[in-house]
Structures are given as C-alpha cells and as structure tokens.
C-alpha cells in the first residue's frame, strides 16, 4: 500500500514538473514572439498598432501614469522608430522638401539663389519669385543672409512641413541640438555663428528640432492648430505632445516662459501605455490640411464633391496618390519610404525620378482598376488620346479663381494683407481682376473660397496637351553681364523701400511715377517712365543698404523680358508652356467634371471652329504693357506650340508623306509629259482630219461597249468621289490647326460634325461600290472577261513605247490597242489602288476599336500612318482624276468638249474601230482561251 501510495506521488511530482517545464517554456516562447513583435511586426502588416509606450528623444520611458519622466515632450522618432524604419521612411519627399537633391541644370542657370529643388532651398511655394530665399551654408556677413534653416520653421513654412529632413538635420547631415549644444563647434544660442545660413541668429538647443511626426498624418484627430502654435512659440519639439492631443503644453521659447508639459492621463492605460486612432491611410481631410489653400491660389481647386467626379464617387486621395503596397508603381510599391505616387508638374522637380508614379486616369477608365467605368471614347481619333491628355477635355473650366499674374513690384494697398511684407505681391486671377489673395487667405476658409469661373489655359507639356495656370510675373531682378539667370534681392528690402517712401515721400521720390494706369485701384509698372523710375529706386535702396552692386545692374522682369531700363530689354528663354522663365506653371488635374459636360460633348466643333476656345482663346502674353497698362494677349494655339501649317512628323508617318509626295510627284509629272505630247499630237491629227472626223461624227451606228453595270458602277463611283471630295475640302481645314481661315472652313455650315457626316456617307458608297465591283468580276462572264483582259501585259508597254515614237514622229501610225489601251489600264488599277488605300486607311480612323482587336499593337504611330496614306493618297486621286482621267474622256481634241459615254455606254462603231481596232480579235482570243 506504501509503495503504491510513493509511486502515485512520485507520479504526481513527474506531472507537476511536466506542467512546470511547460509552462516556463511556453512563457519563454511567448516572450520571444513578443520580442520579435517589437523587433518586426508594424503597423503596416498587422493592421493595427497595438497599444505602445512613449519615449522620449534620448530613448527613455515616459510613463505619466507612474510618473516616470513626465515632464518631457515624447519623440516620434523614438517612439515610432521602435517598430518603423524612421531614417528610411522619411527619405520621403513630403520630409526632404528637396534638401537631399540637386537643382536641375535649368534651375542652376536660371536662378541664382536656389540651392535645391523643393521649397527648402528652391522657388519656393509662390507661384513667382521675390518670396524669400534660403540662404547659402556659408556666408560672409549678414547681408547675404535671408532666410536661415531655422527661419524655414518660423516663416510658417514648418506648419505643413512634417517634420525631419530640413527641420531636424543641417546641410551637412547633423542634427540642429546636438551640434549646437557641442563646445566643440563653439556655437551660440542666437549669436552669428560665423554667418552659417544653418545657425545664423538660430535657437536650436532651446527650440529642440522637429522630427516627423507620424500621427500628424495617421491620426485623423490630429490638431494642427495647436501645433503650428508650437511652432510660433518656438515650442519645436513639444509639438508632437501638443498637435497629437497627448499632453498639454505651456510656456514659450519665443517669450522666455519655461515650457511645461502635461499629459492628458485618460490617454493612457495603467501599464502607462497609449492605444490612438491610427489608421494607415491618411485622410481626405489630413492631405486638404496643408494642400487646400496652396491649391486654390495655384490650380483654382477647393476639393469638393460638387465639383470633382472623383471625391464625389467616395474616392480618397491616396486611391490615386498610392503608397507602400497600394502604391500603383513598382517604384514606389512595398516600400517603407512613405513616398507618395505624384504626376509630373512643369514647375515641380523634386523627385523628378518619381514622376508620374501617380495612378493615373488610363489606369482606370481603359485598364479597369477599381472598378472604375471604361472609358471607350470611339468616336474620336486615336491620336487625340496620344496628343491629349484627358483632363483637357474633362477639366473644361474651373470655378474657382487662381493667381494667374503675381507682381511683385509694388506696393499693395488691399486690406487685411498679413504679414506685412506680403504687401509687395500683388494677384490678378484668371480674367486678370486684381485679387486680394493675401487678404482672403487672412479672412477665409477653404470652405468660404468665392466663384470666380474661367477656362483654362492650354499648353503643350511633354508631348501632350495639358490645361494649366501658366503664371505671369513682374519683379525686380540682379542682372550681371556675361552670366546666365538672374538673382533677386531680398523681398523684406523692397518692402522697407515702399514703406520708406509711404511714410515719407522725398524718399525714393521716382516712385511717385507708379501709377494705377487701368483703374483697379492698384498701381503697376507698365510705362517706360515706370521702369525707369522703379529701376532707379531700387538700384538706390539697395546701395543704401550696402549691398555690392559690383558689375551687376538692377534690372524689371516682365516675363521673358529683362528691361535695363524703361527703353531696352533683353529677352530670356524659356519653354512654350511657360509664360515666363521665372514663374511657375501648374497643370490642373483635380476639379474633373462629368462626361456629360466634358469638352467634345457637343461635337467636334467644341474645338475645331474659328468660334471656339480652344485654339483661338485670347491668353494674356504680358500682363500690362503700354499707357492704359492693358495686357497684351496672344492666341492659345501659339502656347500650344502651333502655328497654323501641318504637322511634321519624325516617326513612320514622316516617311509615308515623303513616300506619298514622291509619288505623287513622279506620276502625275509622267502623265502631264504624256497628256502633252498626246494633246500635241492629236491637235495635228484633228486638223489634217478635220472633215473626216466631221463626216465620222455623223454616223448614228453605235455599239454597246459598256453593260448597265459598268455605267452604274462608274455613275456611284462618281457619286462617292464628288461626296468625298467636296467633304474632304472642308475637312481638310483640320490640318492646320491654329489657322483662322482652316477654323472658318471646318466651320462651315454644319461644320466639322456635319461634313464627317457628310464624308462617311461618301465612304460608306465607295465601300459598296468597291463590293459590287468585286462581285460583279467575279461572277459575271464579261465582268471575268472585262478583269482578265484589263490586267497589264507585255504588249502594254510595247503600245507606250511605239506611242510614244508616235507622238515624236519616229513611228507614222498609232499603236493598234485591243478593248483596253494601257491608258485605260492604268487610269482602272489606279483608281484600284487609290479605293484599296483610301478604304483600309479610312476604316482604320473611323473604327479604330476594331482595328486594336484585330491588331492589339496598333499604337498611336500607326493611326498617324493611315491619316498620312489617306490624305495623300486623297490628293494624288483627285489630281489623277482631275488631269489624267479628265483629259482623256473629255478634253482631248477629238473629243472636247466632251462625251456623254459615261452616261449610256455607248460608242460609234467608227470611233470604237479607231480606238480599238484589235478589240474583237482580242475577245475572240479570250473566248477560245476559255
């Protein structure tokens, strides 16, 4: 009973060390998958973020539950960095702002302050230059200096910008703090600092640095008032606490208040941990935050359902603007940068290698991703799509203003302009009103943006025609002889030159001369006398203020326009998209209407009419020139880089013109040496035979040469070519786009939608023709006879060389022909030839669906092919006719002024004896061959 009694026990210690070991090995397993959690799992592949800790930017625990280290702002960069890749993710250009990029060579050449890209260092947000600009890393005394890395924040450039890049690391790649907390670097709070653009004046051991703040994207609570009010305190890296609604912040750098930090507890669970509302798609609403405003004054864009198809449609913007796995292109797919997927704007080069990386229109409406409608678009010409960008036709107008002149000359006297500086730039929207952009924007909401309609403006970009706001300006530049670009002073010392003047008007007295010259209340500088004394001023102030005008000169840039003064100027490059080399063109892509009021619903004649806007709408070319400062307007169709004559093509359709023209040229100058020498001869004929041919003319015996079917057919074919060619003149117009008088021919009666009408009609005929000929060939037995004999033989050339001697009098006698002479001959399989092509190339433009299934690798180029072998062959046919077959029916001098064969068929036996004299030898030799 013992032994039985210490084996159960010692069985049940077995199992209880069992259970143990299990147990322990089950929590070390635990733990290692919790250890790999931290290490790997993300946000991104879970989900969800799981309840997490705060740290602090020394990597330490804030836990204001148990009051550990609570009185310090946390860090995105260490709290979030500890399951995300933060130095990967903000490599993203929403981060860099353009700081880890070189300018472009057009941007080096032409602005001589840029030293990147992006808004950091670039040309900033403003639509024209004289905003400010970022100072070089090194200088040589505070004159140079305009705006520092660390004005960057404080210029409210830092409310949109979310943190990293420019607003936590130098030039040289160092963190702000650290370097300037080091003894080593011997830097100071707010001291010169050796006049280092990065450091200059700069408190960055106060303010801290701001690095990326995730939640300002992924937490749709996210306040950003609060914290744009961090940044106006100097509150740099307490922002985070306050705009995530973490904790409350009191105090100011800016003021000297100590800052305090208190947590909001509720956020917190009792391990000392926060759960937010995260979400891994930001928001319409978060991206309207900083884009919103921006867009209304470049693009004339508020984001409203009511105006955009898409937003209306539920759409977000990261459907379109991807990134990571719902990223559209591979460049950007999967990967943890946190780059976007933007377009390719004319004005924007940062991340130029990630262009068009944006899902794009055709992604949707031709390939079908999300479920998005199929856009079949049938009636219009292929290379319309290829020449066309889609948002021309769907973005017909908008309805909002935008700033589509910005001066920055002279002093604006509107209300409510804030800061005070802004006062030297002066807007004019699209129907060139002056604008008070700065007074509403001061004012107003993006939901409080007034209606101001327009039409876009149409240019030429990257191969395809895009509506954009191509913005004018007029500023005061630095020219110096012999270098390329200009550079521009500082926009705080224009202003303090004004408001000298302003407060005393013996100061800067030229300025006097500025006048409102159009009546809209706001003076500008548009007269010689005007230049001149704005010129003048300008060079005076900035002597004034020591700045070292050494071999260089002030100059007024009016566009491409640099002006020395009131009388002479000089003009710069700039591309046919730009309506100045130092403004910004901006292509609209947002605000897409309906179908059902897209350009082209009307027809062709939306655009192909001298009536219609689209190559004839006046487009402001200077925004103010001469007395009455009037703009001076130019026509669309020049921004588009048309001039009125044909397109030159340099792919397979140039070589098909060349070819067409080629041969067009050889033919019809042999048959005009042919027609010559024949009317010649023949002339002479007619007069040795005048009585004879008289007594012949008399003779009333006839046989039918022609059945009923050839005179029909030839009766439609006649039809069908008057159709086509009385159509094709008026469509011919639409060749030379930007041409008035091919605009008022295309318009003519129904215009172009009547006369396609008209022309397809005449196809339509030609086609059935072309079948009843075919059939009527081949199962008719003198169609068969008729085909065969018609076919080119060795006696055909021998009868054009033996004609040939006959008409330069080597031979005494005509050659003898049988029922077809080789005249006849070529003037049937020329007109064979010319319905091959002009039905296939036809029938490829008109239905150009069926022609992709067919041949799925129809592109662009070959639809440009078929309109060139169409409109060629088109004119070589109508010459032909014209000349050739004219001639021989009608004018030559045996038979003009003419004959009504074509109409019965019907030819005198004398004539046809004389014609064809080896006719019915030749059918009998038909029929017995038979």
């Given at each position: 009973m013992k032994t039985l009694k210490s084996k159960i026990l010692i069985l049940s210690v077995l199992i209880i060390l069992v259970f143990l070991i299990v147990m322990l090995t089950g929590k070390s397993g635990n733990e290692t998958v919790n250890n790999n959690f931290k290490k790997s799992e993300t946000a991104s592949n879970t989900g969800v973020c799981p309840p997490?800790?705060?740290?602090?930017?020394?990597?330490?625990?804030?836990?204001?539950?148990?009051?550990?280290?609570?009185?310090?702002?946390?860090?995105?960069?260490?709290?979030?960095?500890?399951?995300?890749d933060y130095d990967k993710i903000t490599k993203g250009f929403h981060f860099q702002q353009g700081k880890d990029e070189k300018p472009t060579e057009i941007m080096s050449k032409r602005y001589k302050w840029v030293t990147s890209p992006g808004n950091y260092g670039g040309n900033w947000c403003s639509p024209a230059p004289l905003y400010r600009y970022l100072a070089k890393k090194n200088n040589s005394n505070a004159k140079e200096i305009d705006m520092t890395s660390f004005e960057f924040v404080t210029a409210t450039c830092g409310y949109c910008h979310p943190g990293s890049g420019p607003l936590e690391f130098d030039r040289d790649g160092i963190r702000y703090d650290k370097k300037i907390k080091d003894t080593v670097n011997k830097l100071i709070s707010g001291a010169d600092n050796g006049f280092d653009g990065d450091y200059f004046k700069a408190r960055w051991d106060e303010t801290g640095v701001i690095e990326a703040d995730c939640m300002l994207c992924h937490l749709p609570e996210y306040d950003y008032k609060h914290r744009n009010a961090m940044l106006d305190s100097l509150n740099f890296k307490w922002a985070a606490t306050e705009g995530s609604g973490l904790g409350k912040i009191d105090g100011s750098i800016k003021s000297k208040i100590p800052v305090k930090v208190t947590y909001d507890l509720s956020k917190f669970d009792k391990e000392g941990k926060v759960s937010m509302h995260l979400v891994r798609e930001p928001r319409n609403e978060t991206c309207l935050n900083c884009h919103s405003k921006p867009n209304w004054k470049k693009r004339g864009t508020d984001f409203s359902p009511r105006r955009d198809v898409h937003l209306a449609a539920g759409m977000k913007c990261v459907d379109c603007h991807g990134a990571g796995e719902n990223a559209p292109s591979e460049l950007i797919r999967g990967k943890e940068e946190h780059q976007f997927g933007k377009g390719d704007d004319p004005s924007g080069n940062v991340r130029n290698d990630l262009d068009n990386t944006v899902r794009t229109c055709e992604n949707c409406h031709i390939e079908g991703q999300?479920?998005?409608?199929?856009?079949?678009?049938?009636?219009?010409p292929p290379f319309h799509l290829d020449k066309i960008a889609c948002v021309t036709c769907h973005i017909p107008t908008k309805t909002l203003k935008s700033a589509l002149v910005q001066v920055s000359d002279v002093y604006n006297t509107g209300p409510k302009i804030s800061?005070?500086?802004k006062r030297i730039w002066t807007f004019y929207d699209p129907n060139m009103n002056y604008w008070n952009h700065y007074g509403e924007l001061n004012m107003f909401t993006a939901k409080d943006i007034p209606y101001n309609e327009f039409k876009p403006t149409l240019a030429r970009y990257n191969g395809k025609i895009y509506p954009v706001n191509s913005v004018n300006s007029a500023w005061p530049g630095i020219y110096k002889e012999g270098e390329e670009g200009l550079d521009q002073p500082k926009?705080?010392?224009?202003?303090?030159?004004?408001?000298?003047?302003?407060?005393?008007?013996?100061?800067?007295?030229?300025?006097?001369?500025?006048?409102?010259?159009?009546?809209?209340?706001i003076p500008e500088v548009n007269t010689p006398a005007e230049i001149d004394a704005f010129i003048k001023s300008v060079t005076e102030h900035l002597k004034n203020l020591g700045y070292d005008l050494n071999g260089k000169e002030v100059v007024w840039v009016n566009n491409d326009r640099v002006y020395k003064n009131g009388q002479e100027f000089f003009t710069m490059e700039k591309f046919e998209y730009e309506s100045s080399p130092y403004a910004s063109v901006y292509k609209f892509s947002h605000n897409v209407t309906s179908s059902n009021s897209a350009l082209g619903i009307n027809g062709c004649t939306d655009c192909h009419s001298d009536k219609s806007d689209f190559f004839f709408a006046d487009v402001v070319k200077y925004p103010f020139e001469g007395s009455k400062g009037e703009p001076v307007l130019e026509k669309q169709f020049n921004k588009m880089g048309y001039d009125?004559?044909?397109?030159?093509?340099?792919?397979?359709?140039r070589y098909t013109g060349i070819f067409f023209t080629w041969l067009a040229v050889i033919v019809l100058f042999t048959l005009f040496i042919h027609i010559i020498l024949d009317f010649t001869t023949r002339l002479k004929l007619r007069r040795i035979k005048k009585n004879e041919i008289k007594e012949e003319s008399l003779i009333e015996n006839t046989i039918q040469r022609f059945n009923i079917h050839y005179v029909v057919q030839h009766f439609l074919i006649m039809i069908s070519v008057i159709i086509l060619i009385l159509s094709a003149v008026f469509l011919w117009g639409l060749r030379y786009s930007g041409a008035v008088w091919a605009a008022s021919l295309t318009d003519t009666l129904g215009g172009v939608d009547f006369w396609r009408i008209v022309h397809r009609i005449g196809a339509v005929l030609l086609i059935f023709i072309s079948f009843y000929h075919i059939i009527y060939s081949l199962l008719h037995p003198e169609g068969r006879r008729d085909f065969i004999l018609m076919l080119p033989g060795k006696k055909d050339f021998k009868d054009l060389i033996h004609n040939l001697l006959w008409f330069t009098g080597k031979r005494k006698e005509a050659p003898k022909f049988g029922r077809f002479s080789y005249f006849e001959k070529f003037d049937y399989w020329a007109v064979f030839w010319g319905c091959v092509i002009?039905?296939?190339?036809?029938?490829?433009?008109?239905?150009?669906?069926?022609?992709?299934?067919?041949?799925?690798?129809?592109?662009?180029?070959?639809?440009?092919?078929?309109?060139?072998?169409?409109?060629?062959?088109?004119?070589?046919a109508l010459l032909a006719i014209l000349i050739w077959h004219m001639y021989n029916v009608h004018l030559r001098p045996d038979r003009f002024p003419g004959t009504l064969f074509w109409m019965h068929g019907k030819?005198?036996?004398r004539e046809n004896e004389i014609e064809h004299p080896l006719e019915k030898e030749e059918i009998l030799k038909f029929k017995n061959n038979t």
């Amino acid at each position: 009973m013992k032994t039985l009694k210490s084996k159960i026990l010692i069985l049940s210690v077995l199992i209880i060390l069992v259970f143990l070991i299990v147990m322990l090995t089950g929590k070390s397993g635990n733990e290692t998958v919790n250890n790999n959690f931290k290490k790997s799992e993300t946000a991104s592949n879970t989900g969800v973020c799981p309840p997490f800790n705060l740290y602090d930017e020394d990597g330490n625990k804030i836990d204001p539950v148990n009051n550990i280290n609570s009185d310090v702002p946390y860090s995105p960069k260490q709290t979030c960095g500890k399951c995300h890749d933060y130095d990967k993710i903000t490599k993203g250009f929403h981060f860099q702002q353009g700081k880890d990029e070189k300018p472009t060579e057009i941007m080096s050449k032409r602005y001589k302050w840029v030293t990147s890209p992006g808004n950091y260092g670039g040309n900033w947000c403003s639509p024209a230059p004289l905003y400010r600009y970022l100072a070089k890393k090194n200088n040589s005394n505070a004159k140079e200096i305009d705006m520092t890395s660390f004005e960057f924040v404080t210029a409210t450039c830092g409310y949109c910008h979310p943190g990293s890049g420019p607003l936590e690391f130098d030039r040289d790649g160092i963190r702000y703090d650290k370097k300037i907390k080091d003894t080593v670097n011997k830097l100071i709070s707010g001291a010169d600092n050796g006049f280092d653009g990065d450091y200059f004046k700069a408190r960055w051991d106060e303010t801290g640095v701001i690095e990326a703040d995730c939640m300002l994207c992924h937490l749709p609570e996210y306040d950003y008032k609060h914290r744009n009010a961090m940044l106006d305190s100097l509150n740099f890296k307490w922002a985070a606490t306050e705009g995530s609604g973490l904790g409350k912040i009191d105090g100011s750098i800016k003021s000297k208040i100590p800052v305090k930090v208190t947590y909001d507890l509720s956020k917190f669970d009792k391990e000392g941990k926060v759960s937010m509302h995260l979400v891994r798609e930001p928001r319409n609403e978060t991206c309207l935050n900083c884009h919103s405003k921006p867009n209304w004054k470049k693009r004339g864009t508020d984001f409203s359902p009511r105006r955009d198809v898409h937003l209306a449609a539920g759409m977000k913007c990261v459907d379109c603007h991807g990134a990571g796995e719902n990223a559209p292109s591979e460049l950007i797919r999967g990967k943890e940068e946190h780059q976007f997927g933007k377009g390719d704007d004319p004005s924007g080069n940062v991340r130029n290698d990630l262009d068009n990386t944006v899902r794009t229109c055709e992604n949707c409406h031709i390939e079908g991703q999300r479920n998005a409608p199929i856009a079949k678009h049938s009636w219009l010409p292929p290379f319309h799509l290829d020449k066309i960008a889609c948002v021309t036709c769907h973005i017909p107008t908008k309805t909002l203003k935008s700033a589509l002149v910005q001066v920055s000359d002279v002093y604006n006297t509107g209300p409510k302009i804030s800061p005070p500086p802004k006062r030297i730039w002066t807007f004019y929207d699209p129907n060139m009103n002056y604008w008070n952009h700065y007074g509403e924007l001061n004012m107003f909401t993006a939901k409080d943006i007034p209606y101001n309609e327009f039409k876009p403006t149409l240019a030429r970009y990257n191969g395809k025609i895009y509506p954009v706001n191509s913005v004018n300006s007029a500023w005061p530049g630095i020219y110096k002889e012999g270098e390329e670009g200009l550079d521009q002073p500082k926009m705080k010392d224009i202003y303090q030159m004004w408001t000298l003047n302003r407060e005393d008007s013996t100061k800067y007295s030229l300025l006097s001369v500025i006048k409102d010259d159009n009546g809209d209340r706001i003076p500008e500088v548009n007269t010689p006398a005007e230049i001149d004394a704005f010129i003048k001023s300008v060079t005076e102030h900035l002597k004034n203020l020591g700045y070292d005008l050494n071999g260089k000169e002030v100059v007024w840039v009016n566009n491409d326009r640099v002006y020395k003064n009131g009388q002479e100027f000089f003009t710069m490059e700039k591309f046919e998209y730009e309506s100045s080399p130092y403004a910004s063109v901006y292509k609209f892509s947002h605000n897409v209407t309906s179908s059902n009021s897209a350009l082209g619903i009307n027809g062709c004649t939306d655009c192909h009419s001298d009536k219609s806007d689209f190559f004839f709408a006046d487009v402001v070319k200077y925004p103010f020139e001469g007395s009455k400062g009037e703009p001076v307007l130019e026509k669309q169709f020049n921004k588009m880089g048309y001039d009125g004559t044909p397109k030159v093509y340099s792919n397979a359709a140039r070589y098909t013109g060349i070819f067409f023209t080629w041969l067009a040229v050889i033919v019809l100058f042999t048959l005009f040496i042919h027609i010559i020498l024949d009317f010649t001869t023949r002339l002479k004929l007619r007069r040795i035979k005048k009585n004879e041919i008289k007594e012949e003319s008399l003779i009333e015996n006839t046989i039918q040469r022609f059945n009923i079917h050839y005179v029909v057919q030839h009766f439609l074919i006649m039809i069908s070519v008057i159709i086509l060619i009385l159509s094709a003149v008026f469509l011919w117009g639409l060749r030379y786009s930007g041409a008035v008088w091919a605009a008022s021919l295309t318009d003519t009666l129904g215009g172009v939608d009547f006369w396609r009408i008209v022309h397809r009609i005449g196809a339509v005929l030609l086609i059935f023709i072309s079948f009843y000929h075919i059939i009527y060939s081949l199962l008719h037995p003198e169609g068969r006879r008729d085909f065969i004999l018609m076919l080119p033989g060795k006696k055909d050339f021998k009868d054009l060389i033996h004609n040939l001697l006959w008409f330069t009098g080597k031979r005494k006698e005509a050659p003898k022909f049988g029922r077809f002479s080789y005249f006849e001959k070529f003037d049937y399989w020329a007109v064979f030839w010319g319905c091959v092509i002009m039905i296939v190339s036809g029938l490829a433009m008109w239905l150009p669906e069926i022609v992709k299934l067919i041949i799925p690798s129809a592109s662009p180029v070959f639809f440009e092919v078929m309109k060139e072998a169409h409109s060629h062959e088109a004119i070589l046919a109508l010459l032909a006719i014209l000349i050739w077959h004219m001639y021989n029916v009608h004018l030559r001098p045996d038979r003009f002024p003419g004959t009504l064969f074509w109409m019965h068929g019907k030819l005198s036996k004398r004539e046809n004896e004389i014609e064809h004299p080896l006719e019915k030898e030749e059918i009998l030799k038909f029929k017995n061959n038979t």
